[in-house]
């Protein structure tokens, strides 16, 4: 056998999901309405909810009478980030993917993570920023790690007055999520403090480093989101279609996607490093770790 791909046995799945609906749809007055639906697990992306999010956005782009999206989480928090732990932990099941790459559950070493992330996480967050519709990130609660990349490919963030945007991955020894936008959503230096001490960073912060557009109190946050999306729902569906594409070609130019594709090197390196130094993937942390490491860093 010439691949080594070819004798490895596919690692079981052993996932439980505790919904068969990790996301809501509706629309309404030309306003897709996308809702993350994990909330007992704080809205933590496994790759049901993923491809789940994925046909949704896929839906919304299809139909004439949507002119906007609206991202937001069921529940205390938009979304804490990708699922490292829950029950519905899904990374050793196949599904139909989305992007060119193979599946990833028969392969070995590095390759099996490099491949389901090249699809999951970069791909598809690649793929969301694309959508030629507005899109506007409701957040409120935890935005962390998994959950920066799912705000940073919408176009505008509004945020609650009680909202914190963190990535505590350099714990793991990795350098940063997936979608490294970091670096351009963020001055570099900020961009520094904010992976390296992997600190919370308020709403009003975040909205003073311009990541985010507005800052307002969690009693008012739909109404707001929703009244901004109805304004833009006003204008030309192609004109909106045109403003954000220059947009993001602006932001690759100044070298967005040059970014991203090296610090995912980077990642997975640090990936099969770990592996190679007998702490698995994650470089010895788990879902109870980096919870208990969070909540004792923020009461410091």
Request: hydrophobic share 40%; aromatic share 8%.
């Amino acid at each position: 056998m010439d691949d080594a791909s070819s004798e490895f046995v596919t690692r079981e799945d052993k996932a439980v999901y505790e919904t068969d609906e990790p996301v809501l749809y509706s629309v309404d007055n030309g306003i897709a309405t996308v809702t993350m639906n994990r909330p007992t697990f704080n809205n933590v992306q496994n790759s049901q909810m993923t491809y789940a999010l994925d046909a949704a956005f896929r839906k919304a782009t299809d139909d004439d009478s949507v002119k906007v999206i609206v991202l937001r989480g069921e529940g205390k928090h938009f979304s804490a980030g990708h699922d490292i732990g829950t029950p519905g932990r899904d990374i050793n099941k196949s599904f139909d993917r989305a992007h060119l790459w193979w599946d990833h559950t028969n392969k070995p070493g590095g390759e099996q993570l490099f491949a389901r992330e090249q699809e999951v996480y970069l791909g598809m967050c690649r793929r969301w920023r694309e959508i030629p519709k507005p899109m506007i990130a409701m957040v409120q609660g935890a935005c962390v790690a998994g959950g920066l990349m799912l705000a940073w490919v919408c176009d505008l963030i509004v945020a609650s007055d009680d909202a914190f945007f963190q990535d505590p991955v350099v714990r793991m020894g990795i350098p940063g999520v997936e979608y490294f936008a970091h670096a351009h959503e963020l001055h570099p230096r900020i961009a520094k403090e904010f992976l390296l001490l992997g600190e919370r960073m308020p709403a009003e912060r975040a909205y003073q480093m311009g990541m985010v557009n507005r800052v307002v109190p969690r009693a008012e946050l739909e109404d707001q989101v929703y009244a901004m999306a109805q304004r833009m729902a006003a204008q030309p569906r192609l004109g909106l279609a045109l403003t954000k594409m220059v947009v993001n070609k602006a932001e690759e130019l100044q070298g967005l996607r040059s970014t991203m594709d090296m610090a995912f090197g980077y990642h997975h390196f640090a990936h099969a490093h770990s592996q190679a130094m007998g702490m698995g993937q994650l470089g010895g942390q788990d879902a109870r770790s980096m919870a208990k490491a969070n909540k004792e860093e923020s009461k410091a």
